[in-house]
Structures are given as C-alpha cells and as structure tokens.
C-alpha cells in the first residue's frame, strides 16, 4: 500500500512547522537520500531527503503551509506496482510527544517515525484482534526477555508505538496497565484577545506585525521559564583592568596570526573552568532529576533579526582562547545566517547573555531550560572605588548576575560558581596554566 511521507521532527523541541518549498512533484520518481522538500523550523530551513523510493504520488500539504505538525501526511509515496488509485486518505495522525518527556536513551527511538515515513519506520507485529501493533526493535527485544505480550502494553511513542520505556515499566502480571504517566507539560495563560487589543488603540496607527515560527517559540518557552523555573538572582562586581591589560598584549602576540580576543572570550573561558571547578553546578534539570554534565558546554546568546540564537560551544574548558575565539566568530556568523544545524544550538548547562557592548550596566537573564544558570554580563566601565589602603582609586568595574534555577543550584552552590567566575577573571593569566 502507498507509503505516508510524514512531516519530520528536525529538532526534539521541534513542534510543528512550515513546508517552505517542495523539490518534488506528483509523478516524479525519487530514491532513498533524494532532498523533496524544505521545512522551516523555527530556528532554520533545512532540507528533507526521501527515506523509501517510489513515486511521489500526492502531495497533501502545500508550498508555504505554517503550523504543520509533527507527524502529519505531507505526501504519498507509491511504491512498484502501484498507482494513483491506490491512494486513500491518509490517517489523521497523533502528536508526538514533547521532547522533555523522552529520555535521552530512547529519544531516538521514540522519534524514528517523525523523520518521515509511518509505514517501515516501525516493525510491527498482529494483536489476537488482528490490529498491527507497532514497536521498536529495543523495545521488542526487551518484551520477549520479560515475557511480556506487545498487544497488552499501551505505546507512548508517536503514532501509538511502543518505545523502550513503555516496556520497561509495565511488569508480566501487569501488562494491561497504562504506562507510567509522563510529566504534564505546564498549562499556558490564555492568550490575549486580539481583536479586544486592537479596539483599545482605534483611531492610532500602527503596524501589525505576524509572529514567525522563532518568536512564538521564544515566546512560549521563556514564558515556561518564567512559569514553571524558581529563578533567583547573584550579582558581584569583577575588576577587568588586570584582564583588559592581559588581553592588549595577547592580541598584540596574536596580530600576525589575524587572532583578536574579545572580552567575551575570557569570559566564556572563566565560565567553562568554574564549572570544572564547582561540578555539581555544571548540571540540568530533567524533571524527575538532576544530569549532572562532565564536560563544560557552553551556550552564548547571538541576537539575529527577529529573535536569537543560543550556540554550544561543546568542551570549552579545553579549548584555548584563540580557539574559543574563532568558533564563537563561526557559530554567530552562521547563527545570523541562520546556518546552524540543531546540535549546534542544542544542549549545555550553562549560557551567558552579554548586553555590555549595548552600554548596559547590570541585567536579569532568563534561564534557558534545561539549563542550571544563565550569566548576565554587563558594561565594564570606570568607576571610583575604595582600595585596600582606604584610598580611592579608578578601575574599570564589570557587573555580572547570575541567574540560577533553585531546582539545580541552591544559593551557596550558585555563589561558589559566581566567585569561581570572578577568581579566573580578575587572574586571567590562571586561565592559561
């Protein structure tokens, strides 16, 4: 029977998108790794390549459709033999379930069938009612070790498919039973009436401006943030002379070499040690616990028209300043591009938000989740302070906060962080040994 192209899942908090463009039209022959379309993410347009080979016999969603969930019949593929009167309507599919509630373990089972095709994509067996039942091959293996009957286990993954964690948690006295019931995502205020908005501004002239996929986006994950992460706030002051001095006669060393270290170079360097140095705050909230991460992961916000990007900058405690500088120059280039591939978006503990080339003096950040903590970095500018001796001298000052999820990092843990921060950037020439 014909084959149901499904919208893919580009990225796990991927929802639904938008069919930019099809490469493809009815009629056309494709093979496996053929791109037959573009999908418009909120974060980027990737292509999408063909699974199967066949012949693309409709296509059901349109050129510049918005809002096309996950999962949905995008097309139909006809496989040898078959014709256009092979085709039915397609089955109105199901939601896939939000990323936060995959374990990492199963994600990419549990995600198999959202990258493009719902028939092939899952083995499947028959239930004693003659209805197929669909599983992954993890989660059939461990079936048959447990003695447990598929048709008896309720599946969790998209389309109904039963994943590794649907298995594992049902037991052979009872199979019948539903599932461990996943995290509820958290209930969204309603939104404002529109049309009541407009009447208040009657008679004033203005712009309506529709909101894009990356804006809803930013608007319904910090409004989460917001909601749902008991956000509490540290601040110190760091003194930068020291560092402003060792960055000058690095970046004259450097010149020949075409390398010019920023300020935000050092500071992501001192980030990624002090979280070397205080572990347990170099962790994520994962619902039900805590991943507490080995590597320093990095992310640093880039505004880009319309929104912002937020890239990892993966193992930064390793890495030089020079070689930190120039993946950070890529990944912003890139990012105001729209260039970037989700893993590169995707992931880390810990993100710095830095306003200070924008002249402002001290900010609140919200986290990103996952994340533990989200560093603001302010302006540094010269201020009059109070020297050891009692005598007041000029230095240039840097404001930073931290914001910190309670759930993560209680507030000793949260200061310990800050003041590993402050160490390395007041000792900048520490940071190399």
Same mark, same amino acid.
């Given at each position: 029977?014909?084959?149901?192209?499904?919208?893919?899942?580009?990225?796990?908090?991927?929802?639904?998108?938008?069919?930019?463009?099809?490469?493809?039209?009815? %009629?056309? #022959?494709?093979?496996?790794?053929?791109?037959?379309?573009?999908?418009?993410?909120?974060?980027?347009?990737?292509?999408?390549? *063909?699974?199967?080979? =066949?012949?693309?016999?409709?296509?059901?969603?349109?050129?510049?459709?918005?809002?096309?969930? $996950? !999962?949905?019949?995008?097309?139909?593929?006809?496989?040898?033999?078959?014709?256009?009167?092979?085709?039915?309507?397609?089955?109105?599919? @199901?939601?896939?379930?939000?990323? &936060?509630?995959?374990?990492?373990?199963?994600?990419?089972?549990?995600?198999?069938?959202?990258? =493009?095709?719902?028939?092939?994509?899952?083995?499947?067996?028959?239930?004693?009612? %003659?209805?197929?039942?669909?599983?992954?091959?993890?989660?059939?293996?461990?079936?048959?070790?447990?003695?447990?009957?598929?048709?008896?286990?309720?599946? &969790?993954?998209?389309?109904?498919?039963?994943? @590794?964690?649907?298995?594992?948690?049902?037991?052979?006295?009872?199979?019948?039973?539903?599932?461990?019931?996943?995290?509820?995502?958290?209930?969204?205020?309603?939104?404002?009436?529109?049309?009541?908005?407009?009447?208040?501004?009657?008679?004033?002239?203005?712009?309506?401006?529709?909101?894009?996929?990356?804006?809803?986006?930013?608007?319904?994950?910090?409004?989460? #943030?917001?909601?749902?992460?008991? /956000?509490?706030?540290?601040?110190?002051?760091?003194?930068?002379?020291?560092?402003? *001095?060792?960055?000058?006669?690095?970046?004259?060393?450097?010149?020949?070499?075409?390398?010019?270290?920023?300020?935000?170079?050092?500071?992501?360097?001192?980030?990624?040690?002090?979280?070397?140095?205080?572990? #347990?705050?170099?962790? $994520?909230?994962?619902?039900?616990?805590?991943?507490?991460? +080995?590597?320093?992961?990095?992310?640093?916000?880039?505004?880009?028209?319309?929104?912002?990007?937020?890239?990892?900058?993966?193992?930064?405690?390793? @890495?030089?300043?020079?070689?930190?500088?120039?993946?950070?120059?890529?990944?912003?280039?890139?990012?105001?591009?729209? @260039?970037?591939?989700?893993? +590169?978006?995707?992931?880390?503990?810990?993100?710095? &938000? !830095?306003?200070?080339?924008?002249?402002?003096?001290?900010?609140?950040?919200?986290?990103?989740?996952? /994340?533990?903590?989200?560093?603001?970095?302010?302006?540094?500018?010269?201020?009059?302070?109070?020297?050891?001796? %009692?005598?007041?001298?000029?230095?240039?000052?840097?404001?930073?906060?931290?914001?910190?999820? /309670?759930?993560?990092?209680?507030?000793?843990?949260?200061?310990?962080?800050?003041?590993?921060?402050?160490? !390395?950037?007041?000792?900048?020439?520490?940071?190399?040994?």
């Amino acid at each position: 029977m014909p084959i149901e192209i499904l919208m893919p899942a580009l990225s796990p908090t991927m929802e639904d998108g938008t069919l930019a463009k099809w490469l493809v039209k009815e %009629g056309d #022959a494709v093979s496996s790794g053929d791109v037959i379309a573009e999908i418009e993410t909120d974060k980027a347009t990737m292509e999408f390549e *063909a699974v199967d080979e =066949g012949v693309i016999g409709k296509l059901l969603v349109a050129e510049g459709t918005e809002g096309v969930k $996950v !999962n949905a019949p995008i097309a139909m593929l006809l496989e040898d033999g078959e014709s256009v009167d092979d085709l039915g309507a397609p089955a109105t599919p @199901k939601e896939a379930p939000a990323s &936060s509630n995959i374990a990492p373990a199963e994600a990419s089972e549990a995600t198999a069938p959202a990258q =493009g095709y719902g028939r092939g994509a899952a083995p499947q067996t028959q239930s004693p009612a %003659g209805d197929r039942i669909f599983a992954s091959p993890l989660a059939r293996r461990i079936a048959t070790d447990k003695g447990l009957d598929l048709a008896q286990i309720n599946g &969790s993954g998209p389309r109904g498919r039963i994943v @590794k964690a649907d298995v594992e948690a049902a037991t052979p006295q009872a199979s019948a039973a539903s599932p461990a019931p996943t995290s509820a995502a958290p209930t969204a205020p309603q939104p404002a009436d529109a049309s009541a908005v407009a009447r208040m501004y009657e008679g004033r002239a203005y712009t309506e401006v529709p909101l894009d996929g990356m804006r809803k986006t930013i608007a319904a994950r910090l409004t989460e #943030a917001k909601q749902t992460i008991p /956000h509490f706030y540290l601040r110190r002051s760091v003194t930068l002379d020291a560092l402003m *001095a060792f960055r000058s006669q690095l970046n004259a060393q450097l010149e020949k070499r075409g390398v010019k270290l920023s300020v935000n170079d050092f500071i992501i360097k001192a980030c990624a040690l002090a979280l070397q140095k205080v572990p #347990a705050a170099n962790a $994520v909230w994962a619902g039900d616990r805590l991943l507490q991460l +080995e590597p320093s992961d990095v992310a640093v916000a880039v505004a880009i028209e319309g929104g912002l990007f937020t890239p990892v900058l993966k193992d930064a405690h390793q @890495k030089s300043l020079s070689a930190l500088s120039a993946e950070m120059k890529d990944l912003a280039t890139r990012a105001r591009d729209r @260039k970037l591939a989700p893993h +590169e978006y995707q992931g880390g503990s810990f993100a710095i &938000s !830095n306003l200070g080339m924008f002249g402002i003096e001290n900010f609140d950040a919200v986290i990103n989740p996952p /994340h533990g903590a989200i560093l603001a970095v302010g302006a540094g500018m010269k201020k009059p302070v109070v020297g050891e001796d %009692g005598t007041i001298t000029v230095a240039t000052m840097m404001s930073m906060t931290l914001s910190v999820d /309670h759930r993560v990092i209680d507030g000793a843990l949260g200061a310990e962080l800050l003041q590993a921060i402050v160490d !390395n950037l007041e000792n900048p020439m520490a940071m190399l040994a």
